[in-house]
């Protein structure tokens, strides 16, 4: 999206937020005016995997045997995709820690710290 057309507020949307953002989002896609076939099929598609009983337990299979709090997550109307083999991809949280690397933020917070701006 240009950086015009961008709200004030929430953006760039935060990883915490893309849960009720994919959720805004299909309501707000609920609320055009004579759709096209396009969008009503995608409205369709996510509101029938996101009630989908197998997906939710499976979602519950990957929490159970895979989930670490803080480390690995899975939201509750997380995207799994699954195929013909016997299991199934779910859509989940990692966390990757960025201690000791060049993106490292407390470095960044230590530089300013050492060099503050000059005045001018």
Not at 9 to 32: C, H, R, Y
Not at 72 to 97: K, M, P, Q, T
Request: glycine content about 6%; hydrophobic content about 35%; aromatic content about 6%.
């Amino acid at each position: 999206m240009p950086l015009a057309q961008r709200p004030s507020s929430g953006w760039p949307i935060k990883p915490e937020n893309m849960n009720k953002t994919f959720q805004d989002l299909l309501t707000a896609a609920k609320t055009v005016q004579n759709p096209p076939a396009l969008l009503t099929a995608a409205i369709e598609a996510a509101e029938q995997h996101l009630d989908d009983p197998r997906r939710e337990q499976i979602v519950e299979m990957a929490r159970e045997s895979l989930g670490r709090e803080g480390a690995i997550e899975f939201d509750d109307d997380a995207v799994v995709s699954e195929g013909s083999d016997n299991g199934a991809y779910v859509e989940g949280w990692i966390w990757v820690d960025f201690e000791g690397t060049s993106l490292d933020k407390a470095k960044d917070e230590q530089r300013d710290e050492q060099d503050p701006p000059a005045n001018g």
